[in-house]
């Protein structure tokens, strides 16, 4: 089966309970499935950690968000785009 996961921070290391949950969901449903794995992240992405997660998944993919602060948060009150 293919499976494609969705994780709003990248699942590795696990360090963190949301990151440990996902980690080990990806882990087990990758040993009988095909798992594609779509993430996003604000920090740059260790190409350790992604050699490590590429092990489990079958292809993965990270989307760099651009981290939230309060002169954006301001901006976006005068903008007619959403937030």
Not at 6 to 13: I, K
Not at 20 to 33: D, E, H, P, T, V
Request: hydrophobic content about 35%.
């Amino acid at each position: 089966m293919n499976i494609l996961f969705l994780t709003e921070s990248y699942p590795y290391p696990p360090h963190s309970g949301n990151q440990l949950r996902c980690y080990n969901i990806l882990k087990g449903m990758s040993a009988s499935n095909n798992v594609y794995l779509i993430s996003t992240d604000q920090n740059k992405i260790d190409k350790e950690y992604l050699r490590h997660v590429g092990e489990i998944v079958l292809e993965q993919e990270v989307i760099q968000v651009p981290k939230n602060s309060f002169v954006f948060a301001l901006k976006a009150l005068f903008d007619f785009r959403p937030y």
